[in-house]
């Protein structure tokens, strides 16, 4: 069947508008347009020398806890100086018609709560919670803590950002729960994710073994295309208000 003009294939408008169940799973690229850089894009300005892989590691803590608390702190800044873009918008717009909706999302920067989508799974936690370094409970600094990284206010030991860092396991449960989501699905969206990073690029081959659709929203080819029913290639502020615009008008 042709597309519409907006190039949403006629049969992709149809599959979402009887869908009862689908699953999101977003990567750095749905924050691009809102001008938070994405992971493999070059670190720009002031921490252009940094690789986040040397710097969101529990050794890159344990090593030197102020650059690391720093780096977050200077991210942090980009994220509370961006705003959900019309990519996050047709998201939670997206939830609102459809009867069981889950957004599993790589991303920290909370952007997707801030455009209105409720039932979000947070893979890697969220660069604006802190939680103590020891004991895992999340909880902000003190008012008059002027440490850098501040102290827990229960034990004494360093607060660090509640964010998966490279090499350490993504809680148990908010990891079943999105495969949990992914299978029990009859649409699955991978969208802005370079599909690189385990367990998160598993989640899209989980639908596919239970005979689901996937649609990937990327500018670029990755590793999940060949396998994806429809691959638009566009940027997810364009691609999606068009898909969710298809579907409800
Ligand atoms: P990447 O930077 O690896 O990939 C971003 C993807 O978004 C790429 O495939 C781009 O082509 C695509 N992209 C760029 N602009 C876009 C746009 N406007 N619309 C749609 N797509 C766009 O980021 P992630 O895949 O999110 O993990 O990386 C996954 C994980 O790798 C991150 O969560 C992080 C990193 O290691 C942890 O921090 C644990």
Same mark, same amino acid.
């Given at each position: ?18 869908? +009862? ?7 750095? @690229? ?11 894009? !070059?670190?720009?300005?002031?921490? *252009? ?9 529990? $050794? ?30 047709? /998201? *939670? $717009?997206? %939830? ?9 999302? +790589?991303?920290?920067? =909370?952007?997707? +709560? ?7 799974? %947070?893979?890697? =936690? ?7 370094? &020891? %004991? ?5 600094? @003190? ?24 090499? %350490?396991? /993504?809680? +148990?449960?908010?990891? $079943?729960?999105?495969?949990? *989501? ?25 639908? &596919?073994?239970?005979?689901? !659709? ?9 590793? &999940?295309?060949?396998?994806? $029913?429809?691959?638009?290639? @566009? ?15």
């Amino acid at each position: 069947m042709g597309a519409p003009a907006d190039g949403i294939p006629a049969s992709l408008v149809e599959t979402l508008r009887h869908a +009862q169940s689908v699953a999101v799973l977003t990567g750095s @690229g749905i924050s691009a347009e809102s001008g938070v850089p994405t992971f493999r894009n !070059a670190q720009t300005g002031l921490w *252009a020398r940094y690789d986040p892989m040397d710097l969101a590691t529990p $050794e890159a803590f344990a090593r030197d806890p102020r650059l690391v608390w720093e780096w977050y702190a200077w991210r942090r800044g980009l994220v509370e100086g961006a705003a959900p873009n019309s990519g996050h918008e047709a /998201l *939670a $717009e997206l %939830e609102r018609h459809v009867p069981e909706f889950v957004l599993i999302t +790589q991303n920290v920067d =909370g952007l997707h +709560q801030r455009a209105g989508s409720q039932r979000v799974i %947070e893979l890697h =936690g969220n660069i604006m919670r802190s939680k103590c370094s &020891l %004991e895992a409970v999340i909880l902000e600094p @003190g008012e008059d803590d002027t440490d850098v990284p501040p102290s827990c206010p229960r034990c004494g030991a360093s607060l660090r950002p509640d964010v998966v860092w490279f090499g %350490e396991m /993504l809680p +148990q449960e908010t990891l $079943e729960a999105a495969f949990e *989501a992914a299978r029990s699905c009859d649409l699955f969206l991978s969208i802005g994710t370079s599909s690189l990073v385990q367990p998160a690029a598993s989640l899209p081959f989980e639908a &596919l073994h239970g005979r689901v !659709a996937v649609v990937e929203v990327n500018p670029d080819e990755t590793p &999940l295309t060949p396998h994806a $029913e429809y691959a638009l290639r @566009g940027r997810a502020g364009e691609v999606l208000p068009a898909l969710v615009g298809a579907v409800y008008g």
